[in-house]
């Protein structure tokens, strides 16, 4: 059991269970007393918590992340700075990673990868307003919510501005060295602009469903990230419009100042290519990836595969250039060229042989120490400790990394000891043993210690299955006397083709010998299954259908009697949440902007007999609307009604209601103050819900 499930932190925090374990920290579901709603609640590992730099770094993030508010930041509500335990409470988020999001559908449409990448550059152009780098942009550490909101998360390495002119080695980029900027993996001096790279990147992979770079180590995908050109994203997917293949080229441009200069100046040029699909960008040659950086003024870094070829005395091949981007190089009028010596073999030379040598050795040092410190970067990963821990207490995955993927593909075989004066359950051994090097995937065997006598009759209790094949778990259960056999396959979206969906009995229970365990195998993704439904009503009609678009749901607009503002849309006929098929067509139905004409009822009258007339006595004003009241109805989604925080705000910013409510209901009915007629915002647990226009009586 974790030793901090069932714990009071501050006499404030009820900790609830594990949602996530990280390299430093663990992020637990907790509830707050005070304000009755459920937080997230990460908590800096033990073995950090006495080192002082890691828990500086921790205290860093803190700060960082207090300073900020913005919709598509998660945001911090608490911070405890105490001896032995540092922990950060934030908003509970109910979502999957981009990264996760991204291995379901392969690659996204351009539309949807646009809509993202915009709220990317949002959360980062306040950041950078703050001040503050997050020098770990990547999928992993975007969020997506059920309401199609992304949210950047994980600020733990982000610096801040001021600090930043020191220089910064690779070992303090904790996050993928597929991200990591040139300036990064040298380890020069940063700025905003690397977040702008690592997103250029995660566009890339988002439009491609690749990374730009691959190779068999860090230090291969390092030195293509300074020297290489990768194929344009239009080149791996086609139809891709060239305005985007120039955007997501220019953020990826190696060299730091000719690059966007902000995330704000990327966020325009996607408002102009969502605007209009056919726009182009005319970035010369050197602002995509023409030139390759140098490590100073006078050496230009050799590229990685020079160096490599000439290791094994084999040709050097010709990096790719795409005839669009060209370096374009204009010099001044009157500019007479320098003579030039005749070039040579670039390793003809004993100073270039020399110069070079050290220039890869610096490199690779670099990596090494970065390699230290991540975890693995070229497919090898670090056994987790799991001798002591009571198989029976807990789930094995819950010792084990889960912030690096390589993990969760680890899988667990199992055999008893008989012991009678042992612990039941208690893991003795393990094989790979602890800190051991291992393929991803690779299949750790645990030694458990059973109490009391051996029985003929032995029972077997069925595992968590998930990432296995049904051959893998008929392998692992061959010698438990279970028969194994393989049910009807299901359609997934969340558990990947010829993988276990899950078991017939569940996990946990126990078979006995000859008795029978049914596997449901995945047959992937169903095709005719599109994507899920967000609420749109209140938005405008054009904002509604560009969105729905991005999510590639067909919209029909049906036009409506209505006295709601014209062009919102007033209805949606599938509900936010539902999965909306291929073949399926939403109806909106938006105002007309006129009321449908009463057919009964008294007629209206101004309290006085006849026209209302101006005052003409005096210049006096018409006096002020007066106060009234509105009562609305808000939808709360199923997974918000435990603990659902609304809030309601005037157009002008005016917060009319905030409140938690615990246990609500489908709905809400709330009465408001106000004067005249306002056009109102709901949220609910921070997720957009609706646009409501009342009027005050």
Known sequence: MDQYIGKLLDNRYEILEVVGTGGMSVVYKARCRVLNRFVAIKILKEEFAQDEEFRRRFYMESQAVAKLSHNNIVSVYDVSH???LEYIVMELMEGITLKEYLQKKGHLSWQEALFFAQQIARALSHAHSRGIIHQDIKPQNILILRDGTAKVTDFGIASFAATSQETRVVQEAIGSVHYISPEQAKGSTIDFRTDIYSLGVVMYEMLTGKLPFEGDNALAIVMQHISAMPLLPSEV???????MDDIVMHAMCPTASRRYASAEELYNDLQKLKNDPNVTFQYDGES???????????????NYADIRHAASAAPAQPQKQHARYQPVREEPEGYAPRPQRKKKGFF??????????????VIFAVIVGWLMVSSGSSGKVEVPNLVGRNISDTTLAEYVDLSDDAYRNFKFKTKTVQDENGVDGEILKQDP?????VAE????TLTVCSAGNAKEDEEYTVEKFE????DEVKELLKDTGVIVRRGPDETSD?????????TEPAEGTKLKRGETLTVIVSSGKDENAMGVMINVVGAPKDDAVKALDALEIKSEIHIVASDKTKDLVVSQSVDAGETVSKDKTVILEVSSGVAAPETGGDEPTDGGGGEQKPDDGGGSTAPAPQKGSATIDVAIPAAERESARIVVKQSDGTVLYDSTLTGAGESQSITLEGSGTQMLTVTVNGGYTSNQEVTFK
């Open 494 to 502: 969340t558990v990947e083709k010829d993988k276990v969906i899950r």
């Open 467 to 470: 990432n296995y094949t049904y």
């Open 348 to 361: 003809s030379s004993p100073v270039a042989v020399a110069t070079t040598a050290v220039v890869a050795f």
């Open 441 to 444: 995937g690779a299949t750790i």
């Open 237 to 243: 997917v086609p139809g891709i419009p060239r305005g």
């Open 433 to 437: 043993s602890a800190g051991e090097k």
């Open 288 to 302: 995509i990836r023409g030139e390759a950086p140098s490590l100073d003024e006078t050496q230009a870094l050799p």
């Open 82 to 84: 105490t001896p032995g």
